[in-house]
């Protein structure tokens, strides 16, 4: 089922990707969400999909013509990034830091 709803995600956030290059704002904003949602695979432990959703979701973000930074506040675009990029890390140092090291002995 998580697979599922990961992949179905990763769809969303690829067609996403192509709505965003023209200037449709909900595109933009459902890529922010997806990247809030990424963080949250990534600090469950699901690298894959949390760096793929972060690489289209960035991807999404970055190349949206809507996305005039004089005009909207840097914060909506900042606790996204900080979300998604944070839990990704986060989950990743969970995960290292749980995991035994194999081949210690040289």
Not at 74 to 101: E, N, Q
Request: charge should be positive; aromatic fraction near 12%; include cysteine.
């Amino acid at each position: 089922m998580a697979k599922t709803i990961g992949a179905f995600l990763i769809v969303i956030s690829a067609i996403c990707v192509f709505l965003s290059a023209a200037p449709f704002t909900p595109a933009v904003f459902m890529s922010l969400c997806l990247m809030c949602i990424a963080g949250i695979y990534g600090v469950l432990g699901w690298f894959q999909t949390s760096l793929l959703l972060l690489l289209f979701t960035s991807l999404a973000v970055v190349a949206s013509p809507a996305m005039d930074i004089g005009t909207i506040s840097l914060w909506i675009i900042l606790v996204p990034y900080i979300l998604g990029f944070g839990g990704t890390i986060w989950g990743a140092s969970k995960k290292a830091l749980v995991s035994p090291r194999h081949n210690e002995t040289a």
